[in-house]
């Protein structure tokens, strides 16, 4: 069972969208392949640390909800460095009480800091966390000024991209942000020097 043919799979099935009541329950466990740090950056067009400025639900042609975030951006490790961006991701809740949900796909609000693996967007800009929670690390600093990363995945089932075993994903133990930032660092010199290398072998 190949990895990118789970990817590519899962999130078109996601994507059937609908309008829900707010307090109807959320399907729970969508299926995605567990995936490690590089794995994460190899299918990310854009990665980045950024605090949340403004969250806004809006309702699209054909009644496809979604929600706007405005970003302050701290550091991008992957993609164009800006310092604001603004980037649609699939679901929200209009002022009307009309929502969208859809399972694994991260939900945040004004004010949160968090570490974001985002595909590539779409014609209307929307943009799909890769691997849906496994795409978000929120961050938090304790009273010492120590920075942690904690990723949700307990809306998951997580498949082992060998034996496609499942497991019900949870809420991970809080890991140091440096810890995060080398590992993301390591991944994309990875990924860069790779694509350097078939560019080469193409060039023969």
Known sequence: MRLRALLVGIPAALLVLM????????VRASSVVRMAT??????AELVLDARVTQARALERPGGRILTELTLDVAHTYLGDPLAQRVVRLPGGV???GRGL???????????ERCVLFLSAA???GMRLPVGLAQGCARLHTDARGRTFATRDTSSLALLDPRSGASSEGARQAPLPYERMVREIEAAVRT????????SEVERR
């Not at 590089?38 to 299918?43: I, N």
């Open 19 to 26: 309008c829900v009541p707010t307090d109807a329950p959320a």
């Open 38 to 43: 590089t794995d994460l950056v190899d299918g």
């Open 94 to 96: 209009l002022p009307d």
């Open 101 to 111: 949900v859809l399972a694994g796909v991260p939900v945040l609000a004004a004010g």
């Open 122 to 124: 779409g014609a209307d």
């Open 191 to 198: 990924r860069a020097e790779r694509r350097a290398e078939r």
